[in-house]
């Protein structure tokens, strides 16, 4: 069947309308064609349905569109593919344009309706399920929002599975979007957000965590933090590092500061006013600092502090070395001092070595030099000195312990296996002999 016109073509009815061909059916015209009815019209072919414009220099639209509504809602343009009883159903599908010679291929757009007034609504661009149930929209004020299951972004399992990324767009002049990962609130429990990789079953290394602040060519580098959540009724939430458990070693965690052309970073762990507690200087120095807290340092076996140069126990009270159970050993590789600290005006602090005391019998003093296959060492034991012009020099005091029975206070010198035996001297303060006795002497 074959229906032309130079003009105008109008078909039209008040009630049905029924076209048919036993073959091929062409309706054409040079100017415009309009199909209507009065009531349903129905398009309908045995065999493939096409409705396009002709190719030309420039080509025109198709428009699928349904009409307005004054009083009631808007009629509806719904596509729909073919069912089927035992195969695969049709699909839908809207394929944009391609291009050739520099040119820029088609969008697909999916555009939602628009309230124009402030009593309207926004439509939104809706994905639903099988069942009907809306699963992922696009509305004005959320974005990208999902029902309330799960949702998975996730790349399809193969071989070597894609990788998932997600951004915000760069910036050619102004800043540029954040990316934030949250969980909803809630009135009862809130749900986690996990950070994790990938396992592997095989001898391949599993997937890393890696949080990179953003780095800068002009201004100060972005940071990282982690914080805990706070409240105002309960206890605040912590923040746990954990290395990984193994079957042989488990896992270190590394605190490493940033090296810098200048100066290195450090480290600093600062209690809640933010006042640092414990910092690596950018040298290798290490600092703990404490408030009315004090510091405490405990070992369940050998506790040993080492230093390659100067070791140093300062405190502005009392400097306290105790041993609950053990003994305790002060050692040096070359010259061992105790002493107070110097002051520049008032008394100084005396130095006291002394045992505890004991409902039975009460420990001893015991101060020995060294021993060598050469000198022996010997025992210096020196009271502070006072202003040369008004000062008092300190005292030295000897004391044995009390108790039911007193205690001895021995001084004794060591035979010298070369027949150079050690003196008892006393010297007054020219250094003078005053008192000297050799190899053996008793009070």
């Not at 396009?52 to 009631?72: E, F, M």
């Not at 998975?152 to 193969?158: A, I, K, L, R």
């Not at 909803?184 to 994790?196: E, K, L, P, S």
């Not at 001893?364 to 025992?379: D, E, N, P, W």
Request: glycine share 18%.
């Amino acid at each position: 069947m074959l229906l032309t016109s130079v003009s105008a073509i109008t078909v039209s009815s008040s009630t049905s309308l029924s076209v048919s061909s036993g073959s091929t059916a062409t309706v054409s015209s040079v100017g415009a064609m309009g199909l209507s009815a009065g009531g349903a019209a129905l398009l309908q072919s045995d065999g493939a349905l096409t409705l396009s414009t002709t190719n030309g220099g420039t080509a025109l639209d198709v428009s699928i569109s349904a009409g307005k509504s004054t009083t009631g809602g808007g009629a509806t343009v719904l596509l729909s593919s073919g069912s089927t009883a035992s195969a695969v159903a049709g699909a839908i599908s809207i394929v944009a344009g391609g291009a050739t010679n520099a040119g820029t291929g088609g969008s697909v757009i999916l555009q939602a309706g628009d309230g124009t007034d402030a009593s309207s609504t926004d439509g939104v661009v809706a994905l639903r399920d099988q069942g009907d149930v809306k699963r992922l929209w696009v509305t004005s004020t959320h974005g990208l929002a999902t029902d309330a299951t799960t949702l998975d972004v996730v790349t399809e399992d193969g071989t070597a599975s894609g990788a998932v990324n997600m951004k915000s767009g760069s910036s050619t002049s102004g800043t540029t979007g954040s990316v934030t990962i949250a969980s909803g609130t809630a009135t009862g429990t809130a749900g986690d957000v996990t950070v994790a990789c990938g396992s592997t079953t095989t001898s391949g290394s599993p997937g890393g965590v890696t949080l990179t602040g953003g780095a800068s060519s002009g201004a100060g580098a972005g940071g990282i933090e982690i914080i805990g959540g706070s409240t105002t009724t309960q206890v605040g939430g912590d923040v746990s590092i954990l290395a990984g458990a193994g079957s042989g070693n488990g896992g270190d965690i590394v605190l490493h500061a940033g090296a810098g052309t200048s100066t290195n970073g450090n480290i600093r762990v600062q209690d809640a006013a933010g006042v640092d507690r414990i910092r690596t200087g950018p040298a290798g120095s290490i600092t703990l600092s404490s408030s009315s807290g004090g510091v405490s340092i405990t070992s369940a076996t050998t506790f040993q502090a080492t230093a390659a140069t100067t070791a140093s126990l300062l405190g502005a009270g009392t400097v306290s070395i105790l041993s609950s159970s053990a003994d305790i050993m002060l050692s040096s590789a070359t010259h061992l001092t105790l002493s107070s600290h110097t002051q520049t005006s008032g008394g100084a602090g005396d130095v006291s070595i002394y045992p505890g005391t004991s409902v039975a019998a009460a420990p001893s003093v015991l101060v020995t030099a060294g021993v060598s296959t050469g000198a022996g060492g010997s025992v210096q034991i020196s009271p502070g000195r006072g202003g040369l012009a008004s000062g008092t020099g300190g005292a030295l005091s000897i004391i044995g312990g009390q108790g039911n029975t007193g205690a001895d206070v021995v001084f004794k010198v060591q035979a010298g296996s070369g027949g150079q035996h050690g003196k008892f001297i006393i010297l007054d303060d020219a250094d003078k002999e005053v008192l000297k006795y050799v190899l053996l002497f008793v009070f």
